[in-house]
T-cell receptor, first 114, second 114 residues
Framework: SQQGEEDPQALSIQEGENATMNCSYKTSINNLQWYRQNSGRGLVHLILIRSNEREKHSGRLRVTLDTSKKSSSLLITASRAADTASYFCATPMYSGGGADGLTFGKGTHLIIQP | DTGVSQDPRHKITKRGQNVTFRCDPISEHNRLYWYRQTLGQGPEFLTYFQNEAQLEKSRLLSDRFSAERPKGSFSTLEIQRTEQGDSAMYLC????????????FGPGTRLLVL
C-alpha cells in the first residue's frame, strides 16, 4: 500500500505563480523526499528533508516537514513551463530509514500555463 | 556519470511470453532497486539488491518475477508467462554508500502485454 498521499491530485497555474503541493503519510519516518517525473520518464530526485528538520530550500524549491501532523509541503516559486510534471513524495518503507525501498504517493500533476 | 540506463525502453509482448529487462546502475552504486508504476499511480517497490545479494522482495513480486544481479553491477528483471496486468512501467534505481536514501532513477522500460 502507498504510504504518502499528495494533495491536490492536479494543479494548474499560470507561469510565474507559486505552486504548493502537500503530502501526508501514515507512519513515523526519519526522512521524506520529493521527486519529479516528466511525462513517461524516470523520476528525478529534488530534495530530502530529515525528521529533525522543519524546512529546507533548494533553488526555487522550499520543503517543510511537520512530523506531528505527518505532513510535508513542497513550494515551487516563480513557476516555469518546464516545471510541468508530476511530483511525488516518498518515504522509506521501514522506519529505520536507511537504504530501504521507498513508498510513493499517487503524485500531484502540475501544469504550468504559459 | 552516465546515469542509470535501462534496456529496452519499450517492449510489446503477447500474453504468455517471457520478457527480460536490464538495468545498468550508476557505477560505484552498491544498491539497486526495481519498481513498477502503472498509469496514474506512483512507483511501487518490487525488490532491491545490495551488491549481488537480493535483500528484500515485495509481495507484488509473484513467483513469475525473478531478478538477479550476478556480479553486483547490472541487474535483470524477468517476467515469465506475462499477463495483461503486468503492463506497466518498470523503473530501476540505484543509490550509493555515502547517501543511500537518495535514489537515482533510470528512464524506465514500458511494457505492454497484449
Amino acid at each position: 500500500s502507498q504510504q504518502g498521499e499528495e494533495d491536490p491530485q492536479a494543479l494548474s497555474i499560470q507561469e510565474g505563480e507559486n505552486a504548493t503541493m502537500n503530502c501526508s503519510y501514515k507512519t513515523s519516518i526519519n526522512n521524506l523526499q520529493w521527486y519529479r517525473q516528466n511525462s513517461g520518464r524516470g523520476l528525478v530526485h529534488l530534495i530530502l528533508i530529515r525528521s529533525n528538520e522543519r524546512e529546507k530550500h533548494s533553488g526555487r524549491l522550499r520543503v517543510t516537514l511537520d512530523t506531528s501532523k505527518k505532513s510535508s509541503s513542497l513550494l515551487i516559486t516563480a513557476s516555469r513551463a518546464a516545471d510541468t510534471a508530476s511530483y511525488f513524495c516518498a518515504t522509506p518503507m521501514y522506519s529505520g530509514g536507511g537504504a530501504d525501498g521507498l513508498t510513493f504517493g499517487k503524485g500531484t500533476h502540475l501544469i504550468i500555463q504559459p | 556519470d552516465t546515469g542509470v540506463s535501462q534496456d529496452p525502453r519499450h517492449k510489446i509482448t503477447k500474453r504468455g511470453q517471457n520478457v527480460t529487462f536490464r538495468c545498468d546502475p550508476i557505477s560505484e552504486h552498491n544498491r539497486l532497486y526495481w519498481y513498477r508504476q502503472t498509469l496514474g499511480q506512483g512507483p511501487e517497490f518490487l525488490t532491491y539488491f545490495q551488491n549481488e545479494a537480493q535483500l528484500e522482495k515485495s509481495r507484488l513480486l509473484s513467483d513469475r518475477f525473478s531478478a538477479e544481479r550476478p556480479k553486483g553491477s547490472f541487474s535483470t528483471l524477468e517476467i515469465q508467462r506475462t499477463e495483461q496486468g503486468d503492463s506497466a512501467m518498470y523503473l530501476c534505481a540505484s543509490s550509493w554508500l555515502g547517501s543511500q536514501e537518495t535514489q537515482y532513477f533510470g528512464p524506465g522500460t514500458r511494457l505492454l502485454v497484449l
